[in-house]
């Protein structure tokens, strides 16, 4: 059981990061047009401006 | 609008890459002003259409940068900053076959409201990321832990819940205290009380070493409730972005005629008796009476009338006619309070005011049941209380009580319907400005439309082509070649001729006169070519002394709207006419639309009273309308559509716009608005079956966390996927 010690904070920092990559993406504009980006992996062109700003 | 507009169905990027466009030199980004224009494209809607705006607009030396958004269906563009830049990019994103509308950047900048929609999104994120790590840790104490390990669980549980629970679900402690301290319950009420409870009652356990804790379905709650709160503002906020953002190309300036010349000056800069200049093609920017001049004027926006009426020197002219053939100078009177426009603005605000307040079907739901859970909570609290005398286990009942009823299913039922609505009618080119609309949508029986322009295309065709001869008809057309004059062009449409006509001139307001072998003809007004004026549109065309030759005119049809009306009329709808022109046209129109009721010479005022009448019947109507003479019969019908091609006016009191500009989305809408009314009384019954089972359960204690994990996620599941069904819809 001792494991769980170790365990639990481990999975915790990962979700954490998880979380903060969540934050970083949000705050980027990633969400403002997902139809958008579903199509755009489509398009051959590269995206040099994924944020569209 | 035009009937050439492509369906949306149709993209033309898919069947051609258009050519690159003729790139000259790009000007230096340095040296020229840059401005960020704003469209709306309501057809573009694949990954070649985001390739091919983007392309060719990047291409043109004068913009910088372009980026399409599929989500809202608009374009974002860097360009340098030149007086004309959205008329050339409007012509250019038209040639590509995406008919484009301007965005009003400056509403554009005061609603950049992505704020609020980032914060929802953020509070959910930490709501799932918390829900899975306390579920996980759950599952081991679900699975049989026991002693410190348990404890351990439920202390790790705890540190992450509680302060997730206390930023994730502030949006519904805001709102529930902002219901309480008015003194009225809402239902963020019981949700805020159920999140609360259940955090503090699960902490309390936590701390006394309890074999149960909720912190698990307090944050499950918080996460699908967000995720309904979510939805509602999506659809919120793409309503929002285009409907109020459509910026008028109409007129806002006026051109005053001063002693060193014209300028431009704004609507509201206008004085009594100020001399204004007024081009072909433009409107008239105020009341007044023209000085000097001879034109045509097109009151059809105003009035609803198709037939131009011929001014001259001394004609007292109205706000919003449009002016067709000539030049007109006209001296500005009563900008006061007696403008046709102050009137029609009148009419509209006291529509609004006098219209129902309409209770949402969320808002009925809650009434009924924000009071039910609550006295049920309560009830099985002092039940239990009263019955063992174990106090703490009657809160922990009255928790799972809460946890258990709290709308989960209810929070997604109505929001998550309107979005997939909102979104698929979107997707169809039609824009809801709440949700409200959609279901007001889904109650009418009556649908009125206005005639010109919602049920034609406000284009004159040409009518008596048979009556006319060979000859004449060659005459009409070369000389109808030489004008811009509408109706002009839908002769020089209709036919082709080439005859050696000399001397060709255009005099405005007059028609357009020229010399065939030595003999003078003419094309043109009727006093003009010595013939009585008719009482439907007409042009004359006079040759030498021979007598006048009539060529009628009617408005031309949409080719959409008999199967418009057919598809109303099978969904059980009376379809009525509303119009402010002449019998003659109005029935006419009637008559090929296959509208059995129909009205004409329908004043703004008379508009209302009609709505007005047919309400007091009881019925609920349905309004479409364009005109600024619609815009007060729009504000006062149970809900109401206007084309995306209607004066500012009309768009702004309607509750839904026709970005396509096809009316058969008239029919479709009131489909899905019918089908997503059901989904959502659907949604309910499914929200009351769950809970009809697991109520008694947690009145009689019978409630562990496992079930109410299981029981919540089961019903939000099914709501949402009974919800998404209307996307699908065929």
């Given at each position: 059981?001792?494991?769980?010690?170790?365990?639990?904070?481990?999975?915790?920092?990962?979700?954490?990061?998880?979380?903060?990559?969540?934050?970083?993406?949000?705050?980027?504009?990633?969400?403002?047009?997902?139809?958008?980006?579903?199509?755009?992996?489509?398009?051959?062109?590269?995206?040099?401006?994924?944020?569209?700003? | 609008?035009?009937?050439?507009?492509?369906?949306?169905?149709?993209?033309?990027?898919?069947?051609?890459?258009?050519?690159?466009?003729?790139?000259?030199?790009?000007?230096?980004?340095?040296?020229?002003?840059?401005?960020?224009?704003?469209?709306?494209?309501?057809?573009?809607?694949?990954?070649?259409?985001?390739?091919?705006?983007?392309?060719?607009?990047?291409?043109?030396?004068?913009?910088?940068?372009?980026?399409?958004?599929?989500?809202?269906?608009?374009?974002?563009?860097?360009?340098?900053?030149?007086?004309?830049?959205?008329?050339?990019?409007?012509?250019?994103?038209?040639?590509?076959?995406?008919?484009?509308?301007?965005?009003?950047?400056?509403?554009?900048?005061?609603?950049?409201?992505?704020?609020?929609?980032?914060?929802?999104?953020?509070?959910?994120?930490?709501?799932?990321?918390?829900?899975?790590?306390?579920?996980?840790?759950?599952?081991?104490?679900w699975?049989?832990?026991?002693?410190?390990?348990?404890?351990?669980?439920?202390?790790?549980?705890?540190?992450?819940?509680?302060?997730?629970?206390?930023?994730?679900?502030?949006?519904?402690?805001?709102?529930?205290?902002?219901?309480?301290?008015?003194?009225?319950?809402?239902?963020?009420?019981?949700?805020?009380?159920a999140?609360?409870?259940a955090?503090?009652v699960s902490?309390?356990?936590?701390?006394?070493?309890?074999n149960d804790a909720y912190?698990d379905a307090?944050?499950?709650l918080?996460?699908?409730?967000?995720?309904?709160?979510?939805?509602?503002?999506?659809?919120?906020?793409?309503?929002?972005?285009?409907?109020?953002?459509?910026?008028?190309?109409?007129?806002?300036?006026?051109?005053?005629?001063?002693?060193?010349?014209?300028?431009?000056?704004?609507?509201?800069?206008?004085?009594?008796?100020?001399?204004?200049?007024?081009?072909?093609?433009?409107?008239?920017?105020?009341?007044?009476?023209?000085?000097?001049?001879?034109?045509?004027?097109?009151?059809?926006?105003?009035?609803?009338?198709?037939?131009?009426?011929?001014?001259?020197?001394?004609?007292?002219?109205?706000?919003?006619?449009?002016?067709?053939?000539?030049?007109?100078?006209?001296?500005?009177?009563?900008?006061?309070?007696?403008?046709?426009?102050?009137?029609?603005?009148?009419?509209?605000?006291?529509?609004?005011?006098?219209?129902?307040?309409?209770?949402?079907?969320?808002?009925?739901?809650?009434?009924?049941?924000?009071?039910?859970?609550?006295?049920l909570s309560?009830?099985a609290f002092?039940?239990w209380?009263?019955?063992?005398?174990?106090?703490?286990l009657a809160v922990n009942i009255a928790a799972a009580v809460l946890i258990i009823t709290c709308?989960?299913?209810?929070?997604?039922?109505?929001?998550?319907?309107?979005?997939?609505?909102?979104?698929?009618?979107?997707?169809?080119?039609?824009?809801?400005?709440?949700?409200?609309?959609?279901?007001?949508?889904?109650?009418?029986?009556?649908?009125?439309?206005?005639?010109?322009?919602?049920?034609?295309?406000?284009?004159?065709?040409?009518?008596?082509?048979?009556?006319?001869?060979?000859?004449?008809?060659?005459?009409?057309?070369?000389?109808?070649?030489?004008?811009?004059?509408?109706?002009?062009?839908?002769?020089?449409?209709?036919?082709?001729?080439?005859?050696?006509?000399?001397?060709?001139?255009?005099?405005?307001?007059?028609?357009?006169?020229?010399?065939?072998?030595?003999?003078?003809?003419?094309?043109?007004?009727?006093?003009?070519?010595?013939?009585?004026?008719?009482?439907?549109?007409?042009?004359?065309?006079?040759?030498?002394?021979?007598?006048?030759?009539?060529?009628?005119?009617?408005?031309?049809?949409?080719?959409?709207?008999?199967?418009?009306?057919?598809?109303?009329?099978?969904?059980?709808?009376?379809?009525?006419?509303?119009?402010?022109?002449?019998?003659?046209?109005?029935?006419?129109?009637?008559?090929?639309?296959?509208?059995?009721?129909?009205?004409?010479?329908?004043?703004?005022?008379?508009?209302?009273?009609?709505?007005?009448?047919?309400?007091?019947?009881?019925?609920?109507?349905?309004?479409?309308?364009?005109?600024?003479?619609?815009?007060?019969?729009?504000?006062?019908?149970?809900?109401?559509?206007?084309?995306?091609?209607?004066?500012?006016?009309?768009?702004?009191?309607?509750?839904?716009?026709?970005?396509?500009?096809?009316?058969?989305?008239?029919?479709?809408?009131?489909?899905?608005?019918?089908?997503?009314?059901?989904?959502?009384?659907?949604?309910?019954?499914?929200?009351?079956?769950y809970n009809s089972i697991s109520v008694p359960l947690a009145v009689a204690g019978m409630v562990n966390p496992l079930i109410a994990a299981l029981a919540m996620s089961a019903s939000?599941?099914?709501?949402?996927?009974?919800?998404?069904?209307?996307?699908?819809?065929?």
């Open positions: 059981m001792n494991i769980l010690a170790v365990l639990i904070p481990v999975s915790l920092i990962l979700g954490g990061i998880g979380l903060f990559a969540f934050f970083w993406a949000v705050k980027n504009n990633q969400f403002e047009d997902p139809k958008g980006n579903a199509e755009r992996i489509l398009s051959d062109r590269f995206d040099d401006d994924p944020d569209g700003n | 609008m035009n009937a050439e507009t492509p369906s949306i169905a149709v993209c033309p990027a898919c069947v051609a890459l258009p050519a690159k466009g003729e790139a000259g030199p790009k000007l230096d980004p340095h040296e020229v002003a840059m401005r960020r224009v704003e469209f709306s494209l309501p057809t573009v809607h694949c990954a070649a259409c985001i390739a091919a705006v983007e392309r060719t607009l990047t291409n043109r030396p004068d913009v910088f940068g372009a980026r399409v958004n599929l989500t809202l269906k608009r374009v974002s563009i860097t360009a340098a900053d030149l007086p004309n830049i959205e008329e050339d990019l409007t012509a250019e994103l038209d040639r590509l076959g995406y008919p484009a509308k301007p965005l009003d950047s400056a509403v554009l900048a005061r609603a950049e409201g992505t704020k609020a929609g980032r914060d929802l999104l953020a509070r959910l994120g930490v709501a799932g990321f918390a829900m899975m790590n306390v579920m996980l840790l759950s599952i081991s104490v699975a049989g832990a026991e002693g410190t390990t348990r404890e351990m669980m439920h202390w790790i549980s705890a540190a992450i819940a509680l302060p997730a629970v206390a930023f994730a679900g502030y949006p519904f402690y805001r709102s529930a205290w902002g219901a309480l301290r008015r003194g009225r319950l809402n239902m963020d009420v019981p949700i805020s009380l999140i609360l409870l955090s503090g902490l309390f356990e936590t701390v006394k070493g309890g912190f307090a944050l499950s918080t996460f699908f409730l967000l995720i309904g709160r979510y939805l509602d503002y999506q659809t919120r906020a793409t309503a929002r972005s285009a409907a109020s953002e459509l910026a008028a190309l109409e007129v806002q300036k006026a051109r005053r005629v001063t002693e060193e010349g014209e300028e431009e000056v704004p609507l509201d800069a206008l004085r009594e008796g100020d001399i204004l200049a007024v081009a072909p093609g433009e409107r008239l920017p105020a009341d007044g009476v023209v000085t000097w001049g001879d034109s045509e004027l097109d009151p059809s926006m105003l009035t609803g009338e198709t037939l131009p009426q011929a001014v001259g020197a001394g004609a007292v002219v109205r706000a919003g006619m449009l002016n067709i053939s000539g030049p007109l100078k006209i001296r500005a009177e009563g900008l006061g309070e007696d403008t046709l426009l102050k009137q029609i603005t009148r009419l509209v605000e006291t529509a609004e005011t006098t219209r129902n307040k309409y209770t949402s079907l969320a808002e009925k739901a809650a009434a009924i049941y924000a009071p039910a859970v609550h006295i309560l009830l002092l039940g209380g009263f019955a063992t005398g174990d106090w703490r709308p989960c299913a209810l929070g997604l039922a109505v929001p998550a319907v309107l979005a997939a609505a909102s979104g698929r009618l979107f997707a169809q080119g039609v824009l809801l400005k709440d949700g409200v609309s959609l279901e007001r949508l889904a109650e009418i029986d009556t649908v009125v439309f206005d005639k010109t322009g919602t049920l034609t295309t406000g284009k004159p065709v040409l009518v008596n082509a048979e009556d006319i001869p060979e000859e004449a008809r060659n005459i009409a057309a070369a000389l109808a070649k030489h004008s811009a004059h509408p109706l002009a062009k839908a002769i020089a449409k209709a036919f082709s001729g080439e005859l050696p006509i000399e001397n060709i001139t255009e005099h405005p307001g007059f028609g357009t006169s020229g010399r065939l072998n030595g003999v003078e003809v003419r094309l043109g007004r009727a006093d003009w070519c010595g013939a009585t004026p008719a009482a439907q549109t007409a042009v004359w065309l006079k040759v030498g002394d021979a007598p006048p030759l009539a060529f009628l005119f009617e408005d031309e049809i949409r080719p959409e709207t008999a199967e418009t009306v057919a598809a109303l009329k099978a969904a059980g709808l009376t379809v009525r006419l509303l119009s402010g022109d002449v019998p003659e046209a109005a029935e006419a129109v009637a008559k090929a639309a296959g509208i059995a009721h129909w009205q004409a010479g329908a004043s703004p005022a008379d508009k209302v009273d009609a709505l007005n009448a047919l309400a007091a019947e009881g019925h609920k109507v349905l309004m479409v309308g364009d005109g600024l003479n619609d815009a007060a019969a729009l504000a006062a019908a149970h809900v109401s559509m206007s084309p995306a091609s209607a004066v500012d006016a009309s768009r702004s009191s309607a509750d839904m716009i026709i970005i396509s500009n096809n009316l058969a989305e008239v029919a479709n809408a009131h489909r899905i608005a019918v089908a997503s009314k059901r989904r959502i009384l659907e949604n309910f019954s499914i929200a009351a079956v939000s599941i099914t709501v949402s996927l009974n919800s998404m069904r209307i996307g699908k819809m065929k």
